[in-house]
C-alpha cells in the first residue's frame, strides 16, 4: 500500500513512429486518479496514436507506461482491460443488431452466452446504469438507438469490464449540443466515483468546461500540460497551432451592392414531405448573409436547390437573368457533405481541384494536366494545405486539409455568389481562422456569401445578415449586431417572430 496515491497514469518517453513520420515524440503525461485530463491537439497532432498505445493497439518505439504507479506491459487491448483500462471509440464497434447486454457481455470474461451469465450481467448493468445515470435499455437493439444512446452503451460496456481509467477520443464529433451535455454529467458523475478520465478533443469549449488538467500536442509533441482553472482559450489555441490565433473573426461592417441572388417561391416536396414551402430569399454583392436553424429545417435543401443539386419549383436568378448551369451563372459550392459530394476520396488534391469545372482547363480534348497540376500546387500553398502534395490522393490529407482543397477550388473560381455549408464541420483551430479569413476576403472584394452553419457562433461572428430557417421556411431575418443566441434559439425553435 502506498502512502500517496500514486498517479492513475505516467507515460514516460512514449515515441512511435510510422514510416517517416514521427507521430509521437518523447511523450510524457501524469495523469492524477480521479481526475478528467484533456488532450487537444489539431487533427494529425498524434492524440489517437498515443491512446492506441496505452490501450494496447500499437506498440511503442520506446518509453514506459505504468499503471497506478506500476510499469506495465500493454502488448494488446486484453493486457489493457486488465490493467483497468476502457477505452470508448471515435466509431462505434458495437454489433448493431445484437441488444445492449448482449453488446455489454461480448467479449467480457464470463461472457459466454449462457443463460446464469445473462441474469447475473443483467443485474450489474442495472447497477451500473443507476450508479452512473446512464440510462439505456438492456433489451433495446443497439441499431434503434441514437448515436448519443450508443456511446453510452459503450461506456457501459468499459465499466462492466471494470475500467478503473476510461479513454474518450473525440466523443462530441457525432453527438448533438443537448446529448454532449448529458455526456459531460456522466464523466462528471464517474469523476465522482474516483474513475480516471482521459478526454481527447480539438475543442477548446469542452476541455475548458469539464477537464482538470489539460495537455496540448502539437505534431506529435506535448507542448505543454496546464491546469485548466488556470489557463485560457487563447493561451490553449496558441499552444495548438504553435501561433497566436484570433478566436474571434475580425472583419469591418459590410457594404452591401446590388443584389446578385434572388430566389422566389422556391418549394421542393420528396417523399410527399415538403422541405422548402416557399422560400424567397435576396442576396447581394458586398454580404454574408448566414442561414440559421436546426439541422433538418430546409437549409441543407435550399443550398443544394441553389448549387443546382437539387430542383426545386419556383424562380431564381442570377444578375436578374435566369440560369440552367449555376456554375456559368457564377455560382459556387462548397457542399455541406464534403465527403460525399465534395471530393472524390481516392483521387488525388490535383484531380480534385479539378473536378466540377474542368472544362476551364481544358485545351482542345485534353485536360492539360502539368497546369492543373502547378495551379493546384500553387492554390494549396495559398491556402496552407499541408502536406503541399498536388499527388496525394484525397483521403490521406486531414479532414481539415481537404476542405482547405474544397474551399480553394471554389473561391479560385472567382465566383459572383459562394454557398458554403458547414466550412469548418471537423475542421481545426487553425484552419477554421484561415477559412473564416477567406470568406470575409471574398466578400470584401464585392462578392455575395450564403453560409449555412449548424455553429451558431460561426453563423453569428461571420454574418452580416442572419436569416432564420424553421420548418422549411424562412421564418425570421436579424441583424447580428442587435440579436443573441437566445431570440436565434426561440425562432429556430419555431416560437414567432411578430413580438420582437
Ligand atoms: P490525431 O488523433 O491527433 O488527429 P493521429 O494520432 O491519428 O492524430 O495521427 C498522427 C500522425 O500519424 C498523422 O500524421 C497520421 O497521418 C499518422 N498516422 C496515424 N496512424 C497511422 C498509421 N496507422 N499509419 C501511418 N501513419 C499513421
Ligand atoms: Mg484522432
Redesign the pocket.
Known amino acids: 500500500m502506498t502512502q500517496t496515491a500514486s498517479p492513475a497514469i505516467e507515460l514516460r518517453g512514449i515515441s512511435k513512429a510510422?514510416?517517416t513520420?514521427q507521430?509521437n515524440k518523447d511523450i510524457t503525461i501524469t495523469v492524477p486518479k480521479g481526475t478528467i485530463h484533456g488532450i487537444i491537439?489539431?487533427?494529425?497532432?498524434?492524440?489517437?496514436?498515443?491512446m492506441s498505445i496505452l490501450y494496447g493497439f500499437y506498440r511503442a518505439d520506446s518509453g514506459q507506461i505504468l499503471i497506478g504507479g506500476r510499469e506495465t506491459a500493454i502488448p494488446d487491448s486484453q493486457s489493457a482491460i486488465r490493467a483497468g483500462i476502457g477505452m470508448v471509440f471515435q466509431h462505434f464497434k458495437l454489433v448493431p443488431n445484437f441488444t445492449v447486454l448482449e453488446n455489454v457481455i461480448l467479449g467480457a470474461e464470463d461472457g459466454a452466452l449462457l443463460r446464469p451469465s445473462l441474469s447475473k450481467a443483467r443485474k450489474e448493468l442495472a447497477r451500473l446504469s443507476k450508479e452512473y445515470g446512464l440510462d439505456v435499455n438492456p433489451d433495446a437493439v443497439v441499431e434503434d438507438l441514437s448515436v448519443g444512446h450508443q456511446q453510452r452503451v459503450e461506456i457501459l460496456k468499459a465499466l462492466y469490464r471494470q475500467a478503473e481509467i476510461l479513454i474518450l477520443d473525440e466523443p462530441t464529433g457525432v453527438l448533438t449540443p443537448a446529448e454532449a451535455d448529458h455526456l459531460f454529467r456522466i464523466l462528471r458523475g464517474l469523476r465522482e466515483q474516483g474513475k480516471t478520465v482521459i478526454l481527447?478533443t480539438h475543442k477548446l469549449r469542452e476541455i475548458m468546461a469539464i477537464t482538470d488538467n489539460v495537455s496540448v500536442?502539437r505534431r506529435?509533441e506535448i507542448v505543454g500540460t496546464v491546469k485548466t482553472a488556470e489557463t485560457s482559450p487563447p493561451q490553449l489555441a496558441e499552444l495548438m497551432v504553435g501561433r497566436k490565433v484570433l478566436l474571434r473573426v475580425e472583419k469591418t461592417p459590410a457594404r452591401p451592392r446590388e443584389v446578385v441572388l434572388e430566389a422566389k417561391g422556391l418549394r421542393l416536396t420528396r417523399g410527399g414531405v415538403e422541405l422548402l414551402k416557399g422560400v424567397d430569399l435576396t442576396i447581394r454583392r458586398g454580404e454574408i448573409l448566414g442561414l440559421a436553424g436546426v439541422a433538418g429545417n430546409g437549409q441543407s435543401e435550399l443550398l443544394k436547390v441553389l448549387g443546382g443539386i437539387a430542383r426545386a419549383e419556383g424562380t431564381i436568378t442570377m444578375n436578374g437573368r435566369p440560369f440552367t448551369d449555376p456554375r456559368e451563372a457564377g455560382i459556387a459550392h462548397v457542399p455541406e457533405d464534403r465527403q460525399h459530394l465534395g471530393v472524390i476520396m481516392d483521387f488525388t488534391a490535383w484531380e480534385n481541384m479539378a473536378f466540377g469545372y474542368h472544362r476551364h482547363f481544358a485545351k482542345g480534348a485534353l485536360m492539360d494536366n502539368k497546369t492543373l497540376r502547378d495551379e493546384t500546387a500553387e492554390a494549396m500553398k495559398r491556402f496552407d494545405v499541408r502536406p503541399l502534395l498536388p499527388d496525394l490522393v484525397i483521403k490521406n490529407f486531414?479532414g481539415g486539409n481537404q476542405q482547405k482543397i474544397v474551399v480553394a477550388r471554389e473561391i479560385e473560381r472567382n465566383p459572383d455568389l459562394l454557398l458554403i455549408g458547414q466550412p469548418t464541420r471537423g475542421v481545426d483551430i487553425g484552419a477554421i481562422e484561415f477559412i473564416h479569413k477567406q470568406i470575409v476576403a471574398l466578400r470584401d472584394q464585392g462578392k455575395a456569401i450564403l453560409l449555412v452553419s449548424v455553429e451558431l457562433d460561426e453563423i453569428m461572428s461571420l454574418s452580416d445578415r442572419i436569416a432564420v430557417m424553421c420548418g422549411g421556411r424562412i421564418v425570421g431575418e436579424r441583424d447580428p449586431a442587435t440579436t443573441n443566441e437566445k431570440e436565434l434559439g426561440l425562432l429556430m425553435a419555431g416560437v414567432n417572430d411578430e413580438a420582437a
Do not use: D, P, Q
Open positions: 510510422f514510416g513520420v507521430a491537439g489539431e487533427n494529425g497532432a498524434g492524440k489517437s496514436t498515443l481527447i500536442m506529435g486531414s
